[in-house]
C-alpha cells in the first residue's frame, strides 16, 4: 500500500512555540497511542481560567478511556496574581498559556482558549458580562465545539453562583448555552463556511461541591472512579495529575500525589441523560462502530469478494487485537500499516474530519515508532524579517534504510539526496533568507485589547493555544519505499553548564526594536525627566531616526537623534528630555502616553521586545509598543528613602523611584543583622508574607522596627489553601479575608476626613480615587483589633461597607499599615491618586493621634 504521510502545520507550530528538547517515546507510550487509534471518542472540559481545570479526570479520560480530551478555558488568566514574578495582564496571561500547555503534555489533553481578557476577580455573572461581550464568547465557545465535536461536554462549574467567581459561574452559563447553539445552524452561521453543525450527546457538570463541605451527601450524582493506574505509564491518574496541576507555578499550586480510589461526581445537565448510572452508559467509542465490519457491507463499498474477505480478515485483526501489550517494535510498525489501510481510505471511513485527525495522529505515531530523529536548529535565537540565517538539520535513523530527498525552509529548497545508514548522525547546513514579513507575535496579541475582548481577524485562529509567526523546515524523506513530508519548527538550542542542552523558538524580531526603562514617568513638579530608550539592531548596518509622538502640550529635546548599529545584537541608549504642560486640569490628561518611533528608510518601526524567562517553561517572546505613561500628579513627601523588602515580585520600587524616593531593597542579610531603623519606612512587597521565608523567620525585628517608631507598610497577603500564613503578620491583632472591590469605580467613603494619612502632606479627596484600574482591592483585613484606625470604606454594588481595605495602628513609637489597596496595579499604571495615597502612606507621622475607629 503507498501511502503519503504529511504533518499537518498546527502540529509543527505547536512544537515550535512548545521549545521543548525533541520527545522520544518509550514502547509503553507508543502502545498506548495505538489504543487510542482504537477509540473515536472525545469530551470537552469547560471552565474559566488556567488551574480550574480537573487535571485527574483528564489525564483519566485521555489515558483510560483513550479518549480524544480537551480543556477550554475561557480565559488566559491575564488577570490573576503572580506567585513568581512581577509580570502582569498580558504577560501573565503568557506565562500562565505555557503552564496549561506543560500541564497538557502531562496528562494527554488538548487546550483551547476563547478571546476573553481576563480582566480580574468578578463577584458575580451579570458583573462579567459587563465587561465581556456575551455573545462574542459565546461564538467562540462554539466555535471549538463545531472543531472540536465533543461527544459529552463536562463543567467545571454550576450555574447557581457556588464556584465564587463571576468568571467561573459565565463559563457554566455559557456552555450550556453553547451546548444548543453548536446544533442549530441558525446560531453564528458565518462559521458555517468553514465548519458543521455539531450536537453533543450529553452534558455533565463535575460536582464540586465536597471542595466546600467535605462530608457533603454525593449520593444523589453519578459517580466516576478515576484513581486508577495505568501500567503503560506506570503511574496512577492521581499521580499524573499533580504532576499536570504542579506546573501552574505562578498560582503556587504545586500538588501533592494522590494513589488509591478518587471519586468524581456529576449531575446530567443536558442530551441523552435520563436515568443514567455511567456517564459513558449507552456509549460505545470503539472504531469498529465508524468503519463496515463485515464483508457483504465492504462489498456494498464495491470491493470484489477477494479484497472484500482480505480487508475484513485484515479489519479484524486491528480491532480484535488483545495483546497489544505483547508487540515488539516489528509488529507495532505492522500495525501501523494495517491503520493506514483504515485512516486512508475514504470508503472505510467517510468521516473526513475523523480521518484527518486519526492520521494526524497516525503520522506522529509512525515516526516515533521507527526510532527516526530529525531536528532544524539556527545559529542565533532571532532573525529580522527577510533577513539570512544560518540553519542546519540533523537526522538520526536508528532503524531500516532511509533516504532524505530535500530540506525547504519557505522558499528555499536544497535537495540534499542522502542515504541514512543505521544509527549514523548526519547534519546538512546552509545559510538562506528566511522569507517571512511579519514578526513572532503570539497571535491573540497582534492587535490591540477592545472591550475586554483579544481582537483576532483570522477566524481559523480562535480557539487555538499559541501560534506565532514561525518559519518551518519541510523536509522530504523516503523510507519503505514511500515518501513522506515532516514539517519542523525551527529552534534554537544551546548547551547550559547547568542545566545541559536547552530549546528555544526562533523569534522573527523588527530590523531594529526600542526598549523604554520605565512603564510610567511621574512628573511631580516643573522639572524635566530623563527617559532613556535603549535600541537595539535585530540585523547588522542598522541606520535610524529615532523620534517621538507627544501629547499635546508636552515638549521633548532633542526632537530626534540619529543611531549607527554596526552589527545585530548591538544596542544604543538615547536619553531624552522630557517636561510637561504647567497644568492639566482633568484626570484623563494627567495620563498621557509617548510613543517612540526608530525610521529606516522611511519605514516606520514602534516595537520594542521582551523576554519572559521561567524554567518550568519555554522563553516566552514579545513585542509591546515602544510606548510609556506620562503621568503629571502634584505629589509632596517629606523625606527620600525607603527600604523594601521584595515579595512575590512586583514592580511598585520603580513606582517609587518615579517619584523621587531612593529605594533600598532590605536583603535577607540586612533583615537578619542590619539597622533597619535606618529608613524613615519600610514597605513590604506583595505577598511578602506568603514567599519569604526569612521575613517570616525575623518578623519580630521588623514589629520591633516599628515600636521603636518606624513606619511599615504591608501590602496583600493571602492566608487561603494555596497560600497559608504560618503565623500572625502583624504585632496587633487582625485576620485576613477574601474580601475585596472588584469594581474599580466602586465609591469610597472617607470615614475619618482628619486623619493624616488622607490630608499630610498631600490632601486626598475623591478624585484620587478616578482612574483606578481592574480593581480597587484585594484580600482586606477582618476581625480588626480596636487599636486600628479605618479611614476608608468601599463596597460592591448590593454589598455592605467594608472598611478592611486600610488599617493602621499605632504600635510603640511607629505606625503598622496593611493595605489591600491594588498599588501593586495602580502605581505601575501610573494612576496619580495612587501616588499621592501612597505618599502620605509613607509620611504618617510618629506618635501619631489615636482617632475614633
Known amino acids: 500500500m503507498k501511502k503519503l504521510i504529511i504533518f499537518i502545520l498546527s502540529l509543527s507550530i505547536l512544537g515550535l512555540v512548545n521549545a521543548q528538547a525533541p520527545k522520544s517515546y518509550t514502547s509503553s507510550e507508543i502502545l498506548l497511542q495505538l489504543k487510542k487509534l482504537n477509540t473515536v471518542g472525545s469530551v470537552l472540559y469547560i471552565a474559566a481560567h488556567p488551574d480550574d481545570e480537573n487535571t485527574r479526570l483528564i489525564a483519566y479520560l485521555a489515558n483510560e478511556k483513550c479518549l480524544r480530551t480537551g480543556y477550554l478555558s475561557l480565559t488566559r488568566g491575564d488577570g490573576g496574581q503572580n506567585l513568581i514574578g512581577s509580570e502582569q495582564g498580558i504577560e501573565l496571561g503568557m506565562i500562565r498559556t505555557q503552564e496549561l500547555l506543560a500541564a497538557r503534555r502531562i496528562d494527554g489533553g488538548e487546550q483551547f482558549f476563547t478571546r476573553a481578557y481576563d480582566f480580574g476577580f468578578s463577584k458575580n455573572p451579570e458583573e462579567t458580562f459587563t465587561k465581556w461581550s456575551h455573545d462574542s464568547i459565546l461564538s467562540d465557545m462554539v466555535w471549538v465545539i463545531r472543531n472540536f465535536r465533543p461527544d459529552i461536554i463536562i463543567t467545571r462549574f454550576a450555574t447557581d453562583g457556588s464556584g465564587g467567581h463571576g468568571h467561573h459561574t459565565a463559563s457554566a452559563m455559557l456552555a450550556e448555552?453553547?451546548?444548543?447553539?453548536?446544533?442549530?445552524?441558525?446560531?453564528?452561521?458565518?462559521?458555517?463556511?468553514?465548519?458543521?453543525?455539531?450536537?453533543?450527546?450529553?452534558?455533565?457538570?463535575?460536582?464540586?461541591?465536597?471542595?466546600?463541605?467535605?462530608?457533603?451527601?454525593?449520593?444523589?450524582?453519578?459517580?466516576?472512579?478515576?484513581?486508577?493506574?495505568?501500567?503503560?505509564?506506570?503511574?496512577?491518574?492521581?499521580?499524573?495529575?499533580?504532576?499536570?496541576?504542579?506546573?501552574?507555578?505562578?498560582?503556587?499550586?504545586?500538588?501533592?500525589?494522590?494513589?488509591?480510589?478518587?471519586?468524581?461526581?456529576?449531575?446530567?445537565?443536558?442530551?441523552?441523560?435520563?436515568?443514567?448510572?455511567?456517564?459513558?452508559?449507552?456509549?460505545?467509542?470503539?472504531?469498529?462502530?465508524?468503519?463496515?465490519?463485515?464483508?457483504?457491507?465492504?462489498?456494498?463499498?464495491?470491493?470484489?469478494?477477494?479484497?472484500?474477505?482480505?480487508?475484513?480478515?485484515?479489519?479484524?485483526?486491528?480491532?480484535?487485537?488483545?495483546?497489544?501489550?505483547?508487540?515488539?517494535?516489528?509488529?507495532?510498525?505492522?500495525?501501523?500499516?494495517?491503520?493506514?489501510?483504515?485512516?486512508?481510505?475514504?470508503?472505510?471511513?467517510?468521516?473526513?474530519?475523523?480521518?484527518?485527525?486519526?492520521?494526524?495522529?497516525?503520522?506522529?505515531?509512525?515516526?516515533?515508532?521507527?526510532?527516526?530523529?530529525?531536528?532544524?536548529?539556527?545559529?542565533?535565537?532571532?532573525?529580522?524579517?527577510?533577513?539570512?540565517?544560518?540553519?542546519?538539520?540533523?537526522?538520526?535513523?536508528?532503524?531500516?534504510g532511509m533516504r532524505i530527498n530535500k530540506v525547504k525552509i519557505n522558499t528555499f529548497e536544497i535537495d540534499t539526496n542522502i542515504n541514512l545508514e543505521t544509527n549514523k548522525f548526519i547534519t546538512v547546513?546552509?545559510?538562506?533568507?528566511?522569507?517571512?514579513?511579519?514578526?513572532?507575535?503570539?497571535?491573540?496579541?497582534?492587535?490591540?485589547?477592545?472591550?475586554?475582548?483579544?481582537?483576532?481577524?483570522?477566524?481559523?485562529?480562535?480557539?487555538?493555544?499559541?501560534?506565532?509567526?514561525?518559519?518551518?523546515?519541510?523536509?522530504?524523506?523516503?523510507?519503505?519505499?514511500?515518501?513522506?513530508?515532516?514539517?519542523?519548527?525551527?529552534?534554537?538550542?544551546?548547551?547550559?553548564?547547568?542545566?545541559?542542552?536547552?530549546?528555544?523558538?526562533?523569534?522573527?524580531?523588527?530590523?531594529?526594536?526600542?526598549?523604554?526603562?520605565?512603564?510610567?514617568?511621574?512628573?511631580?513638579?516643573?522639572?524635566?525627566?530623563?527617559?532613556?530608550?535603549?535600541?537595539?539592531?535585530?540585523?547588522?548596518?542598522?541606520?535610524?531616526?529615532?523620534?517621538?509622538?507627544?501629547?499635546?502640550?508636552?515638549?521633548?529635546?532633542?526632537?530626534?537623534?540619529?543611531?549607527?548599529?554596526?552589527?545585530?545584537?548591538?544596542?544604543?541608549?538615547?536619553?531624552?528630555?522630557?517636561?510637561?504642560?504647567?497644568?492639566?486640569?482633568?484626570?484623563?490628561?494627567?495620563?498621557?502616553?509617548?510613543?517612540?518611533?526608530?525610521?529606516?528608510?522611511?519605514?516606520?518601526?514602534?516595537?520594542?521586545?521582551?523576554?519572559?524567562?521561567?524554567?518550568?517553561?519555554?522563553?516566552?517572546?514579545?513585542?509591546?509598543?515602544?510606548?510609556?505613561?506620562?503621568?503629571?500628579?502634584?505629589?509632596?513627601?517629606?523625606?527620600?528613602?525607603?527600604?523594601?523588602?521584595?515579595?512575590?515580585?512586583?514592580?511598585?520600587?520603580?513606582?517609587?523611584?518615579?517619584?523621587?524616593?531612593?529605594?533600598?531593597?532590605?536583603?535577607?542579610?540586612?533583615?537578619?543583622?542590619?539597622?533597619?531603623?535606618?529608613?524613615?519606612?519600610?514597605?513590604?512587597?506583595?505577598?511578602?508574607?506568603?514567599?519569604?521565608?526569612?521575613?517570616?523567620?525575623?518578623?519580630q525585628r521588623v514589629f520591633d522596627y516599628v515600636k521603636d517608631g518606624g513606619n511599615l507598610i504591608v501590602q496583600y497577603n493571602t492566608n487561603s489553601f494555596f497560600g497559608p500564613l504560618k503565623d500572625q503578620i502583624s504585632p496587633v491583632p487582625f485576620k485576613l479575608s477574601r474580601d475585596r472591590v472588584t469594581i474599580e469605580e466602586a465609591p469610597v467613603t472617607f470615614l475619618l476626613p482628619e486623619h493624616p494619612v488622607l490630608n499630610f502632606p498631600n490632601k486626598i479627596t475623591n478624585t484620587d480615587f478616578d482612574g483606578w484600574i481592574q480593581e480597587r482591592g484585594i484580600y482586606f483585613a477582618t476581625e480588626i483589633d480596636s487599636s486600628f484606625q479605618c479611614p476608608l470604606s468601599m463596597n460592591d454594588q448590593g454589598e455592605k461597607p467594608n472598611k478592611g481595605s486600610l488599617i493602621i495602628a499605632k504600635y510603640g513609637k511607629g505606625n503598622y499599615v496593611y493595605t489591600g489597596l491594588a498599588f501593586f496595579r495602580e502605581l505601575p499604571a501610573g494612576v496619580p491618586g495612587a501616588y499621592r495615597l501612597f505618599a502620605n502612606l509613607l509620611s504618617l507621622p510618629k506618635n501619631m493621634q489615636k482617632l475614633p475607629r
Open 429 to 699: 547546513s546552509k545559510k538562506s533568507k528566511i522569507e517571512l514579513e511579519k514578526i513572532s507575535q503570539p497571535y491573540w496579541i497582534e492587535y490591540p485589547i477592545k472591550n475586554n475582548i483579544f481582537q483576532i481577524k483570522n477566524q481559523k485562529l480562535i480557539g487555538k493555544d499559541f501560534l506565532a509567526n514561525t518559519p518551518i523546515a519541510s523536509v522530504n524523506y523516503s523510507t519503505y519505499d514511500d515518501n513522506f513530508n515532516l514539517s519542523q519548527p525551527i529552534q534554537y538550542k544551546w548547551v547550559d553548564p547547568e542545566k545541559g542542552e536547552l530549546y528555544r523558538p526562533l523569534v522573527i524580531t523588527p530590523p531594529v526594536m526600542l526598549n523604554l526603562t520605565q512603564k510610567s514617568f511621574v512628573f511631580t513638579d516643573e522639572k524635566p525627566k530623563e527617559i532613556k530608550v535603549i535600541v537595539k539592531a535585530g540585523k547588522d548596518n542598522i541606520q535610524a531616526k529615532i523620534k517621538a509622538n507627544l501629547p499635546q502640550g508636552w515638549t521633548i529635546e532633542p526632537a530626534f537623534a540619529n543611531i549607527t548599529l554596526p552589527k545585530k545584537g548591538d544596542e544604543q541608549i538615547i536619553s531624552f528630555s522630557i517636561k510637561s504642560p504647567l497644568v492639566i486640569s482633568s484626570v484623563v490628561e494627567k495620563q498621557s502616553t509617548i510613543n517612540f518611533i526608530a525610521e529606516i528608510d522611511g519605514i516606520e518601526y514602534t516595537k520594542g521586545i521582551k523576554e519572559i524567562k521561567y524554567d518550568h517553561i519555554p522563553v516566552q517572546t514579545w513585542f509591546p509598543e515602544a510606548e510609556a505613561k506620562l503621568v503629571k500628579v502634584e505629589v509632596k513627601k517629606t523625606f527620600n528613602t525607603v527600604g523594601y523588602i521584595q515579595g512575590a515580585g512586583d514592580e511598585v520600587p520603580a513606582s517609587l523611584e518615579q517619584m523621587g524616593y531612593k529605594v533600598v531593597m532590605i536583603t535577607d542579610e540586612q533583615l537578619q543583622n542590619g539597622n533597619l531603623n535606618e529608613f524613615p519606612a519600610i514597605v513590604l512587597g506583595v505577598r511578602a508574607f506568603n514567599t519569604n521565608e526569612k521575613l517570616q523567620q525575623y518578623k
Open 177 to 400: 448555552e453553547a451546548f444548543d447553539a453548536a446544533a442549530d445552524p441558525t446560531r453564528f452561521p458565518e462559521q458555517l463556511q468553514y465548519v458543521s453543525v455539531w450536537k453533543t450527546r450529553r452534558m455533565f457538570w463535575n460536582v464540586s461541591t465536597r471542595f466546600a463541605n467535605p462530608n457533603a451527601d454525593m449520593s444523589p450524582y453519578i459517580k466516576l472512579d478515576v484513581g486508577g493506574y495505568n501500567p503503560l505509564l506506570g503511574k496512577s491518574y492521581g499521580e499524573i495529575a499533580a504532576e499536570s496541576r504542579s506546573m501552574h507555578k505562578s498560582q503556587g499550586f504545586g500538588s501533592a500525589k494522590q494513589r488509591g480510589e478518587s471519586l468524581e461526581f456529576f449531575k446530567p445537565l443536558k442530551g441523552d441523560t435520563t436515568g443514567l448510572k455511567d456517564i459513558f452508559e449507552g456509549m460505545d467509542f470503539s472504531l469498529k462502530n465508524k468503519i463496515p465490519f463485515d464483508e457483504k457491507k465492504l462489498q456494498s463499498l464495491g470491493y470484489d469478494k477477494t479484497t472484500s474477505k482480505n480487508m475484513f480478515i485484515r479489519i479484524n485483526k486491528i480491532l480484535n487485537y488483545e495483546s497489544l501489550n505483547c508487540m515488539n517494535s516489528t509488529e507495532i510498525n505492522a500495525k501501523i500499516q494495517d491503520y493506514y489501510l483504515i485512516f486512508q481510505n475514504n470508503k472505510l471511513v467517510s468521516d473526513s474530519i475523523l480521518r484527518k485527525i486519526k492520521l494526524n495522529f497516525l503520522n506522529n505515531l509512525f515516526i516515533n515508532s521507527i526510532a527516526f530523529f530529525s531536528e532544524t536548529n539556527s545559529d542565533n535565537y532571532n532573525v529580522s524579517v527577510n533577513d539570512d540565517a544560518k540553519w542546519s538539520s540533523s537526522f538520526v535513523n536508528r532503524q531500516n
